[in-house]
């Protein structure tokens, strides 16, 4: 922005407030909670953008929507994007988690949505001086979420998690979420050790951190880290060398750009990089991003439903995945949050996305250009992270503590290329505020006001939403079927999660299965009964149903879900299986056979192939 020029948004604007509570998203986590990890950070995000929206509103009517030219275009996209999300939640045959999102995820229309708010403020609020703030945030973030890590590498970890992973968690849950952040912070602090002009301390604690998270990301056995890191490096220096030596610079970013391409090409099991970056895990993402455009391909407009991925996998999974890794395997995510977007949301949101991440770093490099020595550094330094963060989504899932950064990164460049002079479209119309003392504490009542309205809603969710975690916790706790002591307690808190509105359909399924095991059977089954009819697809549910109908001796009802869960997974011959042995136990030899002959389709050669012929004969 031009020196003559101060906005009232550059004065008033709750800046910190943001940048803390985007440190309070990626290191938030509560163990009182049945998922400790993403519902607390979902709970933190939307207390935030409810303060970020009031402070957006009060932007507005003090500037204008439309500045310049780019608010108009950017404004254009995030109403597209909003428009996506909003098709893609109302077109779901489960609203409920298209808008709270799927189980242990989080990546509903609540989270986009606010992840949207916090965009919009940040890309009219953040100036030069802000983006050196979140440059320091992002230090100390880095710095407490590596010596955690470090905790949690040598076992010494003041939380015992209940983890089947890697015991490099961090705050995300998730070691490959864990290693991805990391290493997308590790850019920002290789830039800040080698900034002469910062304090030496400042440098010391971006050193230490820098060690402390290479030992975790390495630790934590997690390729995309190293690759995410690997891209973000590259492009900064590359781009450090370009503006001192402009051949040696494009060579460098020629050389790094096939780097990047043979270190994707490894992941996957291709090229000579492979033997060093292959691993399993990443390798699998393929069977994931066929569904996902075989998803797209038959649900163009609105996508299978926001955050429905997992419901609808099995149906569009090739027959090769359950043979390889197992017939009740799913997933509930593409792995990648292009495709994901694309999959479950359909072409105006994936669209929209895709212009989003083109203008942020079409901006950024402009802004690059158009700059000078510190503010130069600071853009590259921000574009290099946001290289980073996409190149891990490429192949990863957004998880709530690792996206709240690439979100607020894109709106810290857009803010510096909105307030930066030389960018600025229309730059004469920027509003020079100065307004009275009275005025100013009219829109501050104003912008409270707003807040207040919308806290109140918030607040309610978070209530209910803190119920159901805490009180499907305690239903696990004391469902032990030998002790019958605990049969009030496991009814108590088991039908709670059942009546609370706002919880989680999964949570319910495993409420009514903890009534079960504890002997209030026929009350279970006839209310999963209605919460299969709520989520006809719900193959959780199916499965459960056909289990407990059986152990019921309703072998009929057994029969006609296992029916219905054939229709919606073609390639599971478990489920054919359970179906022989049920078809033969009624007579009817010929159904049997029908069945066997699935299997034999597609899996003649496996075990259950080989048991099914003996029933059969």
Known sequence: M????????????????????????????????????????????????????????SDYRINGFFVSNLDKLFFLILIFFTIGLILATVSSNEIYISVLGDTQRRNGFLQYFSLVIILAYSSRAINFSHAKSLIKYAVIVSFILSSYGLLQVSGKDFIKWDNPYNSMIGTLGNPNFASALLAVLLVILVTQFTNTRLSFNYRLIAIVAAIMSIICIIFSDSRQGLVAFGAGFLFYFSLTIYFKNKKVGLSLIL????????????????????????????????????????????????????????????????????LRYGFNINSNNAHNVFLQFFATGGVLLGLSYLVLCVVVFSLGIKLIRNSEKEMRSITITLLSTWIAFQSQSFISIDSIGLSIWGWIISGAILGMVRNHGKLVLNSNQAINYDASSNKKMKEEIYQKFIFALILVPTLTFGYFQSKSESDILKARFFTVPSAEQNKPEVAKYSKSVI??????????????????????????????????????????????????????????????????????????????FQLIKLYKLVGNLELARINYEKIISFAPNIEIAIQAAKIIN
């Open 255 to 322: 050389v790094s750009t096939i780097l990047l391409i043979l270190s994707i090409f490894g992941m996957l099991q291709k090229g000579p990089l492979a033997y060093y970056l292959y691993k399993d895990s990443v390798s699998v993402r393929g069977f994931y991003w066929r569904s996902a455009v075989d998803m797209f391909q038959n649900n163009i407009f609105t996508g299978v439903g926001l955050d429905r991925y997992g419901a609808y996998f099995k149906l569009y999974r090739e027959a090769e995945y359950p």
């Open 499 to 576: 009546d609370n509105r706002f919880a989680d359909p999964a949570y319910k399924l495993l409420s009514l299965t903890y009534l079960y095991d504890m002997g209030f059977k026929n009350e279970a089954y006839n209310k999963m009964k209605k919460l299969e009819a709520s989520d006809p697809i719900n193959l959780d549910v199916l499965l459960t149903l056909a289990v407990i109908s059986q152990d019921l001796g309703n072998v009929s009802d057994s029969i006609e879900t296992r029916e219905k869960i054939a229709k919606l997974d073609q390639w599971n011959a478990e489920n054919y």
């Open 2 to 57: 031009s020196k003559n020029k101060v906005s009232h948004t550059d004065k008033q604007s709750p800046i910190n407030f943001l940048f803390m509570g985007v440190a309070l998203i990626t290191l938030g986590i509560y163990t009182n909670f049945y998922d400790p990890f993403n519902t607390p950070k979902l709970i933190i995000l939307i207390l935030v953008a409810s303060m970020t929206f009031s402070y957006l509103i």
